[in-house]
């Protein structure tokens, strides 16, 4: 029951498009009206600048941390059920239900699961890193 509470959890906070929501909100922008029509961070920095855009980054890698770091709290990592859990974050932002439906590629989302199940790991950081700094520098 625990496992499905956090995957629920997960799923739910996946689904808010930070993103999308943020820049609407403070800057009057649609992010999804990019070339690739994504409500997802790289837009969000294109089109709302870097400020807002590392919040919303900030935003979206929490939104897979959190609902995972919390579960592996109360659930051994090789519980079937935390499968669940890590997808929760990922579906909820790929198919978000605010959103009929639509969302985003999930990238940054995925980084924030990995890091909470590694949230000491010096790969995930790097890696998470060098997306970022592709995906909105470069």
Same mark, same amino acid.
């Given at each position: 029951?625990?496992?499905?509470?956090?995957?629920?959890?997960?799923?739910?906070?996946?689904?808010?498009?930070?993103?999308?929501?943020?820049?609407?909100?403070?800057?009057?922008?649609?992010?999804?009206?990019?070339?690739?029509?994504?409500?997802?961070?790289?837009? @969000?920095?294109? &089109? $709302? *600048? +870097? =400020?807002? #855009?590392?919040?919303?980054?900030?935003?979206?890698? %929490?939104? !897979?941390?959190?609902?995972?770091?919390?579960?592996?709290?109360?659930?051994?990592?090789?519980?079937?059920?935390? @499968?669940?859990? &890590? $997808? *929760? +974050? =990922?579906? #909820?932002?790929?198919?978000?239900?605010?959103?009929? %439906?639509? !969302?985003?590629?999930?990238?940054?989302?995925?980084?924030?699961?990995?890091?909470?199940?590694?949230?000491?790991?010096?790969?995930?950081?790097?890696?998470?890193?060098?997306?970022?700094?592709?995906?909105?520098?470069?």
């Amino acid at each position: 029951m625990t496992g499905l509470f956090f995957a629920l959890l997960g799923f739910l906070s996946g689904s808010i498009l930070f993103s999308a929501l943020l820049p609407r909100l403070f800057k009057g922008v649609d992010v999804t009206r990019a070339q690739d029509h994504n409500p997802g961070a790289a837009n @969000a920095f294109a &089109l $709302a *600048g +870097p =400020v807002l #855009g590392t919040v919303c980054l900030v935003c979206d890698i %929490g939104k !897979g941390f959190l609902p995972v770091y919390l579960a592996r709290q109360y659930l051994p990592l090789g519980a079937p059920v935390m @499968a669940l859990v &890590l $997808a *929760g +974050p =990922v579906a #909820g932002h790929a198919f978000s239900p605010f959103a009929h %439906g639509h !969302g985003g590629k999930a990238i940054a989302v995925s980084f924030g699961v990995l890091l909470g199940i590694f949230p000491a790991s010096g790969l995930v950081v790097h890696l998470a890193f060098w997306y970022i700094l592709f995906s909105t520098l470069v």
